[in-house]
């Protein structure tokens, strides 16, 4: 692995909520980490769906709800 790449965290998303952003180009979504069990709640771009797993690049930081 190159020095500049940081670590990347899969999570299984578990549940699509509502969509968000002035087109509805974003959605709310709530995953499970896989390497801890962890469930946190993220905001993606792009199609998604339940059972879909994604990449994060941190998994420290909780996505406040869209309005």
């Known amino acids: 692995m190159e020095e ?3 670590e990347q ?9 509502n969509r968000g ?3 509805g180009g974003v959605v ?3 995953v499970v980490l896989e ?7 993220r905001v993606v ?10 990449a994060l690049n941190e998994c420290e ?3 406040r709800r869209i309005r």
Request: charged share 30%.
């Open 28 to 30: 709310a979504v709530k």
């Open 4 to 6: 500049n790449m940081k």
């Open 45 to 54: 771009k792009g199609p998604i769906k339940v059972g879909d797993k994604i």
């Open 9 to 17: 965290y899969y999570a299984t998303v578990e549940k699509v909520g």
């Open 35 to 41: 390497h801890n069990g962890r469930y946190l709640n």
């Open 61 to 63: 930081r909780e996505e």
């Open 21 to 23: 952003g002035s087109s």
